[in-house]
């Protein structure tokens, strides 16, 4: 395994919102609507386009599954997360 | 290959309603998805539920299932009866990794691709100790992964990796592995892997970020009048000095002794040994008189 081909999924990891469809395979309609419900912010908004860390993509991933795997709608989906972040002690404030 | 009890898979019995089978489906789902649950064996279990409810679910695909008869056990060698034919195409779950059984029964779900097909990602966990984690040793993970037939199919098995733990990955966060996900079809790209951290809570040591913190027990005199004290870290026995008029509760930092260039903060916790001698009572009470009288002079 090369090392370049690992990438560790923190703050400090920045993706486009093209990079974030590609990687999660969604659709940009999909990441506005996570948006537009609260369960993610982009963290700068440059050029016309979103920028999301690399938590926030591990989020996508994590809602796209809880959204069409087990069929949550996306306020459903939002307090899931929310209620794994408090299990997990790592609230967000 | 060997054939599969869909309605054991989902705990209900064979005649049970669709209703009720849609009930037991959404409940063992929730139960087993892997991202809200905390068995063991979550994603195969997950997989298990999904392909039986794919059969059950649905009408046609239930009563060909039937026609089976009910007479066959979990886990029997199992053959498509003669003239079956593979009436069925397209599939409501969305994904391709169904069991050999299934796929006997129920055709391949997936339309042949004309062009390069992406292999699907995947997702696991991957739980370490503290010391794994510091000792950064590769770890062998097992996936319920795809493999590509030389006919073009996938078919299931379990891959096994060896993972090295990239540096500076904290608990909870996840690590992308580009590439070792399910293999691509007509020399389409691989997926990738998600792994996401978890550290096992230690008795000895907490983790905060890629600090540690652990608590020392000190004598009353050496947190009164200083001295040097032995501390165990991850990276093996440090010694320590304790400054003169240290409290219980006082912090002190052991600089880069933590994870990937985080530090060890020790709390010191002061114990009053009891007395066993008389000798050392009497020297308490002397302690306590002289402790009164510097109190009274005050």
Redesign the interface.
Same mark, same amino acid.
């Not at chain 1, 081909?5 to 923190?10: E, K």
């Not at chain 1, 069409?68 to 069929?71: C, G, I």
């Given at each position: 395994?090369r090392e370049d081909?690992?990438?560790?999924?923190?703050e400090r990891v920045t993706f486009s919102l093209r990079q974030v469809c590609q990687?999660c395979?969604v659709d940009r309609a999909f990441v506005h609507e996570l948006v537009a419900e609260g369960i993610i912010q982009p963290r700068e908004e440059r050029d016309a386009e979103w920028y999301f860390d690399?938590?926030s993509l591990?989020r996508i991933? $994590?809602a796209y599954?809880?959204h069409?795997?087990?069929?949550v709608n996306l306020p459903g989906v939002a307090l899931?997360l929310e209620l794994?972040d408090r299990l997990?002690g $790592?609230s967000r404030g | 290959m060997e054939y599969t009890d869909y309605y054991k898979t989902l705990g209900v019995e064979r005649g049970t309603s669709k209703e009720d089978i849609k009930h037991a489906y959404r409940r063992l789902a929730r139960k087993y998805h892997p991202d809200v649950s905390t068995e063991p064996d979550a994603e195969a279990r997950f997989k298990e539920v999904g392909e039986a409810y794919e059969v059950l679910g649905d009408e046609e695909k239930r009563e060909a299932y039937d026609n089976l008869g009910a007479n066959w056990q979990e886990g029997q060698n199992f053959r498509a009866p003669p003239g079956w034919e593979q009436q069925f195409s397209g599939s409501r779950f969305g994904t391709e990794d169904f069991s050999d059984f299934f796929e006997s029964m129920f055709g391949r779900q997936r339309q042949a691709p004309r062009g390069p097909q992406q292999g699907s990602d995947q997702q696991a966990t991957l739980e370490v100790t503290l010391h794994q984690l510091y000792a950064r040793e590769p770890i062998e993970l097992t996936l319920d992964a795809q493999k590509l037939m030389e006919d073009g199919r996938y078919q299931r098995h379990k891959k096994r990796l060896k993972v090295t733990i990239p540096p500076g990955i904290e608990h909870g966060q996840s690590f992308r592995l580009k590439g070792q996900g399910n293999p691509g079809g007509n020399g389409g790209q691989p997926g990738d892997l998600f792994i996401e951290l978890r550290v096992r809570p230690d008795p000895k040591f907490r983790l905060e970020g890629s600090d540690v913190h652990s608590d020392v027990t000190v004598a009353p005199w050496l947190a009164v009048l200083g001295g040097e004290i032995n501390v165990i870290t991850l990276g093996g026995n440090v010694s320590l000095k304790v400054p003169a008029g240290s409290k219980s509760g006082s912090r002190l930092r052991l600089k880069g002794r933590g994870l990937s260039g985080g530090d060890h903060y020790v709390t010191l916790q002061i114990d009053v040994p009891q007395p066993v001698t008389e000798a050392q009572r009497r020297l308490y009470r002397e302690l306590a008189n002289l402790q009164e009288k510097a109190d009274a002079g005050r």
């Open positions: 395994m081909d690992v990438q560790i999924l923190n990687t395979r690399g938590v591990v991933r $994590k599954r809880l069409y795997e087990l069929d899931a794994l997990e $790592k | -």
